[in-house]
């Protein structure tokens, strides 16, 4: 569907950043069976077929518990190119970032509409190539507005004048005006919940593959997208 990015979801018990969404995909996924160990697998399906770039999205609890060095090793070794990890704190995040530069992996640090100037610049510092923009305070899901008149805006210029990498932005996103709107001043648009929208109530593997990248290339615009699978 014009992907740019793929961002496979580790699925989790406990989502906290997630919506009534993605939390539900997480509990199907894991009612049956899906597990780090398997998403890693289907990186390596993909990568037979595909180099299109991958980010694992998932809690810090996840890649802990599978312990860090044998997550980024294996990681690495099936085509992994970044890791988005929600619930880690830049400041608790160090082990993480050292394992997955000893690997060549990327990491994403999270920007919100409340985080103040000088963590923004901190957050786009430790990020190794791209920061993510959270539109509004709160979790994922589609939203018809992106929060109050002028208030995106404000944040995302706030947010050009103080990173220096690319940017993204994702949460809430669900329409083409959507993807319009935030393209002219973002280098990215992440949309996963309304894509997860789209593909429900498939009858097939295909059917579903076939819905979501037909409303998925619905979306393109200027700037770049990528899926949140």
């Known amino acids: 569907?014009?992907?740019?990015?793929?961002?496979?979801?580790?699925?989790?018990?406990?989502?906290?950043?997630?919506?009534?969404?993605?939390?539900?995909?997480?509990?199907v996924a894991l009612k049956n069976g899906v597990t780090l160990s398997k998403v890693l697998s289907f990186v390596s399906a993909i990568r037979r077929r595909s180099e299109i770039p991958i980010i694992l999205m998932g809690y810090y609890n996840s890649f802990y518990h599978y312990t860090l060095s044998r997550f980024f090793r294996e990681a690495s070794s099936c085509g992994v190119d970044g890791v988005i990890v929600p619930d880690l704190p830049p400041e608790e995040a160090g082990e993480l970032l050292q394992s997955a530069r000893s690997r060549h992996i990327g990491v994403t640090f999270l920007i919100a509409p409340t985080t103040p100037l000088d963590r923004i610049?901190?957050?786009?510092?430790?990020?190794?190539?791209?920061?993510?923009?959270?539109?509004?305070?709160?979790?994922?899901?589609?939203?018809?507005?992106?929060?109050?008149?002028?208030?995106?805006e404000s944040f995302l210029r706030r947010v050009q004048r103080n990173v220096k990498k690319p940017f993204v932005v994702g949460f809430g996103i669900s329409k083409r005006e959507?993807?319009?709107?935030?393209?002219?001043?973002?280098?990215?648009?992440?949309?996963?919940?309304?894509?997860?929208?789209?593909?429900?109530?498939?009858?097939?593997?295909?059917?579903?593959?076939?819905?979501?990248?037909?409303?998925?290339?619905?979306l393109r615009a200027n700037g770049r997208t990528w899926a949140e699978p």
């Open 1 to 27: 569907g014009g992907a740019d990015v793929i961002e496979l979801g580790v699925p989790f018990s406990d989502p906290i950043a997630d919506g009534p969404t993605i939390q539900y995909s997480s509990q």
């Open 121 to 152: 610049r901190m957050i786009d510092r430790l990020s190794t190539e791209f920061t993510y923009c959270v539109s509004v305070t709160g979790v994922t899901g589609e939203r018809k507005k992106l929060g109050e008149e002028g208030e995106l």
């Open 178 to 218: 959507h993807v319009d709107e935030i393209s002219q001043y973002a280098d990215g648009v992440v949309v996963g919940s309304a894509l997860l929208k789209a593909m429900e109530g498939s009858r097939t593997v295909g059917n579903a593959v076939r819905a979501g990248a037909k409303f998925f290339s619905a």
